[in-house]
């Protein structure tokens, strides 16, 4: 079975940083694509960050492009986003992602996504 746990959410001042992270049980974590979604309330659930399994190819949505960093240590099953300069608009509950397979593509689309964690929130007070 396996199960991904977010941790590093938190409340935050607008300008300040956080990190989050995922730590995937199970053997195959070097497999998978990695991707953070967040949601808003009331908002359907958005793509923010994805990495490929060896890290050599990430992808952003653009209002978090130079702001925001996705990485990952497969050694430690884990993949990260570094939040910086965060805003208010920022606040959500924010998931990590997996999709299975060694991809050369990274895809943006909730349901191309097997497995996801139970998600962390995020809050960024102006």
């Known amino acids: 079975q396996v199960q991904l746990v977010e941790s590093g959410g938190g409340l935050v001042q607008a300008g300040g940083s956080l990190r989050l992270s995922c730590t995937v049980s199970?053997?195959?974590?070097?497999?998978?694509?990695m991707t953070w979604f967040r949601q808003a309330p009331g908002k359907e659930r958005e793509f923010v960050a994805s990495?490929?399994?060896?890290?050599?190819?990430?992808s952003y949505v653009d209002s978090v492009k130079g702001r925001f960093a996705i990485s990952r240590d497969n050694s430690k099953n884990t993949v990260y986003l570094q939040m910086n300069s965060l805003k208010p608009e920022d606040t959500a509950v924010y998931f990590c992602?997996?999709?299975?397979?060694?991809?050369?593509?990274?895809?943006?689309?909730?349901?191309?996504?097997?497995?996801w964690g139970q998600g962390t929130q995020v809050t960024v007070s102006s």
């Open positions: 199970g053997p195959t974590f070097d497999s998978y694509t």
């Open positions: 992602a997996a999709e299975p397979g060694r991809l050369r593509t990274l895809s943006r689309r909730t349901q191309d996504y097997v497995y």
């Open positions: 990495i490929t399994w060896d890290s050599t190819l990430t």
